[in-house]
């Protein structure tokens, strides 16, 4: 509570707006309502527990569910997995990768944010 840190227990502060007694009862009436908020908390997310196990409970169904409709087509073979990832389409470096692209050159309105057009050089 900003009262308390600021002009109560603030060491540099030299003035109290109200006299000490009444000072002193904001400070224990705001600690009795803390601790009984405190303890309503606790209450709370202590009975909250079944209804994270309940959710738990649910994901843990659909993801088994989920899981097994995608797996149900699959078989299990590591040599084939290995050969399908080593195609070129899935990363693997064929080594002809911009060739393609050397008789080509982008023209057209850049600057004007037109579609840039591709355009093939000419042998001139």
């Known amino acids: 509570m900003p009262f308390i840190t600021n002009c109560i227990q603030d060491h540099k502060s030299e003035f109290i707006p109200y ?33 994270m196990l309940i959710r738990l409970l649910a994901d843990l169904v659909v993801n088994h569910f989920t899981t097994y409709f995608f797996l149900r087509g699959k078989s299990v073979n590591r040599m084939k997995y290995d050969q399908h990832n080593k195609r070129p389409e899935h990363g693997e470096d064929s080594g002809d990768e911009l060739e393609l692209l050397d008789d080509v050159v982008i023209a057209g309105p850049l600057a004007r944010g037109r579609h840039e057009s591709l355009v093939p050089k000419s042998d001139t």
């Not at 009436?29 to 009984?36: G, K, M, Q, S």
């Open 19 to 51: 006299n000490k007694f009444t000072c002193l009862l904001i400070i224990q009436v705001f600690t009795v309502y803390a601790v009984i908020m405190s303890v309503i908390g606790l209450f709370v997310a202590l009975s909250q527990v079944d209804f």
